[in-house]
């Protein structure tokens, strides 16, 4: 009989302190093996995630929680920067280009973002993957109250293509009368988007001056107009203060107070022509005529009468510099300015999960030690059982078994005990990184994939584990094959009495 067959006997004949001491050695296993295995890949995702830029720009306060709040949809904004801020970095040379956002509503607490359709079309959300629908469209940037969902959020509403919903004010769900909803502003949704797998899926898109439109007739009604507000927050000074900083930073003139834009232009043109080629259709798009009922297409028409704001607040601006070098200039320049700071994404979530990485340190630390307990019980459970088995050790030798055999076999027995507790360790760590999946996709909006083997820095992780444990294991197992190593023969093949 090979001595592989004869530990595999051995561990048959004490098959349930094998199996107390290898489930021990498994769930130190699970948990280090999930552990290392989701922090992995949120931090993969938190790092794609601002793929195709390299600024974030927004008010004065934590870099950290300016880029938490704008790509990952977690804490309170900043501030808010004036549209002029906006329009001037768009326009600098060195900027390929500027993404506007603007924050401050929600809808079941899904965050209602603000932007432009280049947020869909200029950059990627993961390397070499863009934004695509799932039905229905894009909304235009000078269309009031069009949204279009993330992929979570319509699968937790259920809205679907041409549903209404009414938003509520401030980026977290209320209860009860705590809210202030906009009612009289109902959002059609226009577009799904695909899953992505992102903080994305987690968010309710719509054009810049939708939160403009909203926001200046909540001031309306407080009865506070747009300029009393600006004045409010960055004061009154006798010149604009972002267009003074504009000409100090750009070495350009600032005679722009009074001398509207090419953009402004545009849009009064737009908005006129606008005014003069509507048309009044029923919901099924059939002309109206007069003497038609106006039930069925009020509220469009409302809508298509309402004046779409041109300007307003920013609460952040993504950036894409033209170089690497232009984006550490822009960078320099930007925080100079009183109002505005500008963060590299990618340097605040590393240094975020340097900070969280001390913790994981100490939770697997921690874990280790749970195995190295759990491998010492290994030893401990084969050193007692040697008392039960002098007898059976002795007549091996006396059959010609030489010593070095039995302490292979001592030694392997523990190797293999070690072994299956790491194999079902690694099993029960897929099994408890599918059960966090969903808790982790609520609370950061990173989908975690499962998958047989992971890789870290090109090692699978599971396989790594399983040997390390194992060898670990063979090692605990040298006492007590030392001392089967030197088991008295004659001794124990004495008669029992």
């Given amino acids: 009989m090979s001595i592989f067959s004869l530990v595999l006997k051995n561990i048959a004949q004490r098959k349930f302190s094998v199996f107390l001491t290898a489930i021990s050695v498994a769930l130190g296993v699970a948990l280090i093996a999930a552990t290392l295995d989701i922090r992995r890949q949120v931090e993969e995702k938190f790092s794609q995630t601002s793929v195709g830029y390299e600024l974030i720009v927004g008010a004065k306060g934590s870099p950290l929680q300016l880029v938490l709040n704008t790509v990952y949809h977690l804490g309170n904004p900043t501030g808010n920067l004036p549209y002029s801020t906006y329009e001037r970095y768009r326009r600098n040379p060195f900027v390929s280009y500027a993404i506007p956002m603007g924050l401050g509503d929600n809808y079941k607490g899904f965050r209602i973002v603000c932007t432009t359709t280049e947020f869909f079309t200029k950059f990627n959300y993961a390397k070499d993957k863009q934004f695509e629908l799932a039905e229905g469209r894009l909304f235009r940037d000078d269309e009031l109250y069009a949204a279009v969902l993330g992929k979570e959020v319509a699968e937790k509403t259920g809205l679907k293509l041409g549903d209404k919903f009414v938003a509520t004010h401030g980026l977290q769900e209320a209860s009860g009368d705590i809210g202030k909803q906009h009612e009289h502003n109902q959002f059609t949704v226009v577009g799904i988007l695909k899953k992505t797998g992102t903080p994305s899926d987690k968010a309710v898109y719509a054009s810049l001056p939708t939160v403009w439109a909203i926001h200046d007739e909540e001031a309306h009604e407080d009865g506070e107009t747009r300029k009393e507000a600006v004045e409010r927050i960055y004061g009154k000074p006798e010149k604009d203060t972002i267009q003074v900083q504009l000409a100090h930073s750009d070495h350009k003139p600032h005679d722009h107070k009074n001398k ?79 109002y505005a700071q500008a963060a590299f994404a990618v340097n605040e979530i590393k240094n975020l999960f340097d900070i969280v990485g001390n913790v994981d340190w100490a939770f697997l630390f921690i874990t280790a030690l749970v195995i190295v307990v759990a491998i010492l019980g290994v030893m401990v459970a084969l050193y007692n059982s040697l008392a039960e088995r ?58 975690i994939s499962i998958s047989l083997i992971s890789l870290a820095g090109g ?13 670990v294991g063979a090692l605990s197992g040298v006492i007590p094959a030392v001392e089967a190593y030197r088991t008295d023969v004659a001794k124990n093949l004495s008669p029992i009495s």
């Fill in 260 to 338: 509207p834009t090419e953009h402004q232009h545009t849009d009064q043109k737009e908005n006129h022509k606008h005014d003069h080629d509507y048309e009044a259709k029923h919901s099924d798009g059939t002309p109206h005529t007069d003497g038609d009922t106006h039930a069925d297409h009020d509220h469009e028409h409302n809508h298509d009468h309402e004046t779409v704001p041109t300007e307003g607040d920013v609460t952040a601006i993504l950036i894409k510099a033209k170089a690497p070098i232009f984006s550490l200039q822009l960078y320099d320049k930007i925080n100079r300015e009183p």
């Fill in 390 to 447: 002098r007898r059976e050790i002795a007549i091996l030798r006396s059959l010609g078994a030489h010593r070095s055999k039995i302490f292979s076999i001592i030694a392997l027995e523990a190797a293999l005990t070690s072994f299956f507790g790491a194999l079902a360790g690694v099993v029960l760590s897929k099994v408890l990184a599918l059960v966090l999946k969903g808790i982790v996709l609520e609370k950061t909006g990173v989908e």
């Fill in 459 to 471: 090692v699978p992780i599971e396989l790594a584990l399983i040997l390390i444990v194992t060898l």
